[in-house]
């Protein structure tokens, strides 16, 4: 039950776009289409952003979406707001019933 | 409203027990699977365990397996985590999160493990 890997910190200016990737293996993140985003305030819950690799939860605005290719799977938000900045944490279905999460990318808005 | 408030967290020393409770409200709590995530100080977060919406699957990550216990109880709305032999490195806010999705999560409670 490795972690995904993502990087530490990305960064972007208001209305830039960024990619925030999220590796895996055959096990997790290229064996199921069950990946999930989550976006995380300071001091606060996580909240869903993306699901099931490019699905969004009523709610969230479509300047997030999601995106897989082998075992790497991707977060990009376009025309990045300040509010936008926060931890980033992507989760994997895995072999054995089980679940895990990346490592965490801290997003800051330049 | 979804709400979902965990409890029980708080100082304990290594080789304790404690037990948090995960009270939901605001949706049909028996048709949700439910999960415990925990959360190190400046960590990202950890899947520690699951169990299916009548409590008869359940799933452990390997670092919890065998110490950890988590149950339900449908009639009252309520998640359950069992800790026990509690180390160092147990040391963490433990959030429940309800559904496959993790669609809804509490706020945390947290947990120290310390002499």
């Known amino acids: 039950q490795s972690a995904l890997t993502q990087p530490a910190s990305v960064s972007g200016s208001p209305g830039q776009s960024i990619t925030i990737s999220c590796t895996g293996t055959?096990?997790?993140?290229?064996?199921?289409?069950?990946v999930s985003w989550y976006q995380q305030h300071p001091g606060k819950a996580p909240k869903l952003m993306i699901y099931d690799v490019s699905n969004r939860p009523s709610g969230v605005s479509n300047r997030f979406s999601g995106s897989k290719s082998g075992n790497t799977a991707s977060l990009t938000i376009s025309g990045l707001q300040p509010e936008d900045e926060a931890d980033y944490h992507c989760?994997?279905?895995?072999?054995?019933?089980?679940?895990?999460f990346g490592g965490g990318t801290k997003l800051t808005v330049l | 409203e979804v709400q979902l408030v965990e409890s029980g967290g708080g100082l304990v020393q290594p080789g304790g027990s404690l037990r948090l409770s995960c009270a939901a409200s605001g949706f049909v709590f028996s048709s949700y699977e439910m999960s415990w995530v925990r959360q190190a100080a400046g960590k990202g977060l950890e899947w520690i365990s699951h169990?299916?919406?009548?409590?008869?699957?359940?799933h452990y990550a390997d670092s919890v397996k065998g110490r950890f216990t988590i149950s339900r109880d449908n009639a009252k709305n309520s998640l359950y985590l069992q800790m026990d032999s509690l180390r160092a490195e147990d040391t963490a806010v433990y959030y429940c999160?309800?559904?496959?999705?993790?669609?809804?999560w509490g706020q945390g409670t947290l947990v120290t493990v310390s002499s």
């Open positions: 989760r994997s279905y895995t072999t054995g019933s089980t679940w895990v």
């Open positions: 999160a309800a559904s496959r999705r993790f669609d809804y």
């Open positions: 169990i299916s919406t009548g409590g008869g699957t359940i």
């Open positions: 055959s096990s997790d993140v290229g064996g199921y289409n069950y």
